[in-house]
């Protein structure tokens, strides 16, 4: 268990819809990221906030939105969902600059 | 702009053979350098980092690298390799001054043969 946790660990929906993936970062990582794995682009990183602000921004579709919430967990939707958003998505989390990050285990995210 | 190469896609070694997975960045300063693995279906492990100081790192499960300025690569190795190593390794760097983003290499696919 890394201490960052991510669900739900599977997802399966159909096109046009809308989800939300849920992280909550290892226990005083004031930093999250969004990445996006798929085989094509391999690891795309999409967001990042620290202690609730935006901080760096990706790769990130205007369909796809995230925010940190107070108690820092983070969550990212996807909206207008197209069969290419299937993908894993990783939430990561980091104590500071320069720390690595920590990954959860991911959301597998198909769309039908 | 700031890039990092892994220019091994796939990789396959025998057991108890020794392994160096490359790995080059561009970047213009000396960036954070990590390396992750990967099992398939998992989360990406952090295998070791560099910030500063001796370029000679260790990691964990047995591994090291080395950082080369002059040559701005970042090679992951290990002496003898194991068939539970047989995983996906990804390259990451850290650039300054875009904070703590880190961009990945596409990953090389490490196949044992027993």
């Known amino acids: 268990d890394s201490g960052v946790t991510q669900t739900p660990k599977h997802l399966i929906t159909a096109t046009g819809q809308r989800v939300t993936l849920r992280c909550s970062p290892r226990?005083?990582?004031?930093?999250v990221y969004w990445y996006q794995q798929s085989l094509d682009q391999g690891l795309q990183f999409l967001i990042q906030?620290?202690?609730?602000?935006?901080?760096a921004k990706g790769n990130i579709l205007e369909r796809f939105s995230a925010q940190q919430f107070p108690d820092l967990h983070s969550e990212l939707n996807l909206s207008s969902l197209e069969l290419g958003d299937s993908a894993l998505y990783f939430c990561?989390?980091?104590?500071?600059?320069?720390?690595?990050?920590?990954f959860g285990s991911g959301t597998r995210l198909t769309v039908v | 702009a700031q890039s990092v190469t892994q220019p091994d896609i796939h990789i396959t070694v025998s057991e108890g053979a020794s392994l160096e997975l490359r790995c080059n960045y561009s970047?213009?300063?000396?960036?954070?350098l990590f390396w992750y693995v990967q099992s398939p279906g998992q989360g990406l492990q952090l295998l070791l980092k560099?910030?500063?100081?001796?370029?000679l790192v260790q990691g964990i499960k047995g591994f090291e690298a080395e950082f080369k300025r002059s040559q701005s690569s970042f090679n992951l190795r290990k002496p003898s390799v194991h068939w539970s190593d047989a995983a996906e390794y990804f390259c990451?760097?850290?650039?300054?001054?875009?904070?703590?983003?880190?961009?990945f290499g596409a990953g090389t696919i490490l196949r044992v043969k027993s």
């Open positions: 990561a989390s980091s104590v500071g600059q320069g720390h690595g990050y920590t």
């Open positions: 226990s005083g990582d004031l930093s």
């Open positions: 906030y620290y202690n609730g602000e935006e901080r």
């Open positions: 970047y213009g300063a000396t960036p954070y």
């Open positions: 560099y910030f500063s100081g001796d370029t």
């Open positions: 990451a760097v850290g650039f300054m001054e875009y904070g703590n983003k880190l961009v």
